[in-house]
Nanobody, 123 residues
Framework: QVQLVESGGGLVQAGGSLRLSCAAS????????MNWFRQTPGKEREFVAG????????YYADSVKGRFTISRDNAKITVYLQMNSLKPEDTAVYYC????????????????WGQGTQVTVSS
């Protein structure tokens, strides 16, 4: 079992930055690929970024490529999402997920989820 706890969300103006963190705990947590998804009311949860368990490989949704950076610290079993040049359309609840893929964009592949953290970008 893996537990995931997100933090770092908040309110920011368009063009600003935020860094989200996801702390993992539990058996073999450091061996999983880690991913970020986001969801707005009435919409499906969408893939944002993923990172392999070694940290050597990453994958991004086209909508965030060049603005967001995913990274991980396996000593702390924590994954980060640095979000720059934020836009109002980035407003969502952001979720951390752990699984066996860092590039699969469907939610069904991921076994473990955090509770989410709200990111609001004002125009």
């Amino acid at each position: 079992q893996v537990q995931l706890v997100e933090s770092g969300g908040g309110l920011v103006q368009a063009g600003g930055s935020l860094r989200l963190s996801c702390a993992a705990s539990g058996r073999a947590a450091s061996g999983y690929a880690m991913n970020w998804f986001r969801q707005t009311p009435g919409k499906e949860r969408e893939f944002v970024a993923g990172i392999s368990w070694t940290g050597a490989s990453t994958y991004y949704a086209d909508s965030v490529k060049g603005r967001f950076t995913i990274s991980r610290d396996n000593a702390k079993i924590t994954v980060y999402l640095q979000m720059n040049s934020l836009k109002p359309e980035d407003t969502a609840v952001y979720y951390c997920a752990a699984g066996n893929s860092y590039f699969y964009t469907g939610v069904e592949r991921y076994d473990y989820w955090g509770q989410g953290t709200q990111v609001t970008v004002s125009s």
